[in-house]
């Protein structure tokens, strides 16, 4: 049946902010059924775009703020150069022609398999100047999924970061009859296609802008395929236009100038090739917030990329969150000040949780003794950890899957507001954030303005809205398969909305078990509540068709070294721990604590620790580290036989 909502006018109230222009805070409408919030919705906070495309971006920062730093570019000594408006057009421009000199033609598709590189967004939008659509595949794939995505999307060209890269996949090449071009970027090809497109007419461009629009087709991304072959999500340059225009006005404070006077800037360090750091790099050009690019994840690299960039927000997945909150602890540890951090991490989930309460008027907010002990502890805690993200950083964007209450709160404690979200390759991003100034901790926030989210009658949230994608790309018939006849998008995940309409998200559908006296568990939140101790790396909660729920575990190695240094024990490989009667002792006690959260027949009753560590190279996580729960239960057969076996 159609849905109505309230016809009473929508509150809309600027936030108490210390600078002009702030942002606006739109209040839900709700439907409900039952006595419950079935469906929320968020008007759009600026109209949907009506022409023109991703692809005239570049070129209208350069025409409207030819000087302003819109990226920074990484210098081989590890310095920063700033690239203005004009400069990032005329390269976008160059490169875009190179394109065209090489006989690729408009909607022709281009793949780029690469680290998060400045290479990487500057093809991208070359590619959509030319009138093509880019093909993001991940660095980290097999030959035989590069081979697979390269055949689903007919890719006529392909730029790869490394000479490896291109190597690996030449014996595929005779199954790719459509893929004539291959570049390699380390190789300076990106450069050699700027120098090869100088003869083009510069009007060719203006042309093939020319005829995009809104709803042109502007990329094919794959998802991680958790089951079953990945799909390819047709994303138009209006979903991207949608997502980030509307993300840009309600994240006021993270797009725009700070009260402190600083420029907004982010260094991007998740995969381009995933949707969520891909949203973010647009936004940046969208909104001209000065964007960096780090390519290694490794600890020190990154750490040294954030000191050196500063950057004012980050773009970040729970797990980095709690590695940061794990590490911290731990250096305390090991300078005998493991109680002195306990204390100030009580503190600033306190802080946090009383700044929610005033925020949403059922508290006073913190007390003078909680605001005396923040003050106290600033500099001996929080400060540290405001340094290790670079030392400016005020604002996070959170997605990927739960963050939690405890840790959200710690981190706003600390001085770094969290905004949780959530969202799916389908939807560009975000389809729900935490809204400014008014947060509910432990949820993923409301509706993206121009979103609605409804739960279905068994628990299944679905989406609509303008970022929500057409369809699944159809290899066969070139164009897109619809993903919902009705306009509404199944999610797969299972959520519920409170009164106020903030979502939460329970698990997922397909992986709800049902144990055999029949209690339906969502292993979700008991896995990210054990994931977050620092003796676990990963969890996988089991039970579907048995008499109870058990888990598999995997040890975190910083955090096991960490552990036994603390004890005076030498460090060993992990499968010598597995009899550990001390580490069981520890992980039973956290088993014991997450089982708090559920009632008894979901409760984890045994768990095994494994001798490694689930990873993307055997299979077992999906680039953006999702479980593929298959995979884990067919290479741990036995260990999971044995957790029944009695």
């Not at 000087?67 to 700033?82: A, C, I, M, Q, Y």
């Not at 002990?373 to 405001?386: F, G, K, Q, T």
């Not at 199944?490 to 939460?504: A, F």
Request: glycine share 10%.
């Amino acid at each position: 049946m159609p849905i109505s909502y309230s016809s009473a006018p929508v509150a809309v109230a600027p936030l108490d902010l210390d600078h002009d222009g702030g942002p606006v805070l739109v209040e839900p409408q709700t439907r409900r059924l039952n006595g419950e919030v079935r469906e929320v919705y968020v008007p759009p906070l600026v109209p949907p775009v009506s022409h023109g495309s991703l692809a005239d971006l570049p070129f209208e920062n350069a025409t409207e703020m030819p000087g302003h730093h819109v990226l920074s570019r990484r210098d081989p000594d590890g310095g920063w150069t700033e690239v203005t408006a004009v400069q990032f057009a005329d390269q976008v421009l160059a490169v875009a022609k190179g394109l065209i000199a090489e006989g690729l033609m408009p909607g022709d598709r281009i793949a780029i398999m690469a680290r998060t590189t400045y290479e990487w967004t500057l093809l991208d939008f070359a590619a959509w100047a030319a009138g093509l659509v880019t093909v993001p595949v991940y660095p980290t794939s097999s030959v035989f999924q590069t081979r697979w995505i390269l055949q689903d999307s007919g890719a006529v060209a392909l730029v790869t970061e490394t000479v490896g890269q291109a190597a690996a996949l030449g014996p595929e090449l005779s199954r790719l009859p459509d893929l004539h071009h291959v570049w390699v970027m380390e190789k300076g090809h990106v450069e050699r296609l700027a120098e090869q497109g100088a003869p083009v007419p510069d009007q060719e461009v203006v042309v093939r802008r020319g005829v995009l629009g809104p709803d042109t087709l502007a990329t094919i991304i794959y998802t991680s395929g958790t089951t079953g072959r990945p799909k390819g999500c047709a994303l138009s340059h209006g979903n991207f236009l949608a997502e980030v225009d509307n993300a840009i006005e309600l994240l006021h404070p993270v797009f725009k100038a700070t009260t402190t006077g600083d420029e907004p800037s982010t260094l991007l360090f998740l995969p381009l090739s995933h949707v969520f750091g891909r949203m973010v790099a647009v936004a940046c050009i969208r909104a001209r917030v000065r964007l960096g690019h780090a390519p290694s994840l490794q600890a020190e690299d990154l750490l040294a990329d954030l000191a050196s960039f500063r950057p004012t927000f980050l773009l970040v997945i729970p797990y980095m969150l709690e590695k940061v909150f794990n590490n911290a602890r731990a250096t305390a540890e090991r300078s005998g000040r493991a109680a002195l951090f306990d204390r100030a991490a009580s503190v600033a989930r306190r802080y946090g949780e009383a700044l929610e309460a005033r925020q949403h008027g059922t508290g006073s907010g913190p007390s003078r003794s909680l605001k005396a002990a923040r003050v106290l502890y600033d500099p001996l805690v929080y400060r540290r950890i405001r340094n290790a993200l670079g030392g400016r950083v005020r604002h996070v964007i959170c997605g990927g899957s739960p963050l939690g209450q405890r840790l959200a709160a710690f981190y706003t404690g600390t001085g770094i507001e969290i905004f949780e979200g959530y969202g799916l390759t389908e939807t560009t991003g975000a389809a729900t954030v935490t809204p400014p100034l008014r947060p509910r901790l432990g949820t993923v926030g409301w509706p993206l303005p121009g979103t609605r989210v409804r739960i279905a009658a068994d628990g299944e949230i679905l989406l609509a809205g303008g970022q929500v994608f057409r369809g699944y790309w159809d290899p066969h018939g070139g164009g897109v398969v619809p993903a919902s006849p009705d306009g509404w998008l199944p999610t797969g995940d299972i959520g519920r909305l409170d009164d106020e309409g903030y979502l939460t998200i329970t698990g997922r559908k397909k992986e709800i078990l049902i144990t055999a006296g029949g209690k339906n568990v969502a292993p979700a939140p008991l896995e990210n509540w054990l994931r977050s101790h620092p003796l676990i790396s990963q969890c996988m909660v089991l039970g579907d068709g048995r008499p109870y729920v058990s888990a598999l575990i995997t040890l975190d190695p910083e955090g096991i070294v960490h552990w036994r240094q603390m004890r005076g024990k030498h460090p060993v490989p992990p499968e010598l721990l597995l009899d550990d009667e001390e580490l069981h002792a520890v992980l039973q006690r956290a088993v014991d604590e997450t089982n708090k959260l559920v009632s008894r027949p979901e409760s984890i009753r045994r768990f095994a620790v494994l001798p490694v560590d689930f990873t993307q190279e055997a299979g077992h996580l999906t680039p953006s580290m999702k479980l593929r729960r298959m995979a884990v239960m067919r290479d741990f057969a036995a260990e999971v036989e044995q957790l029944y076996a009695r």
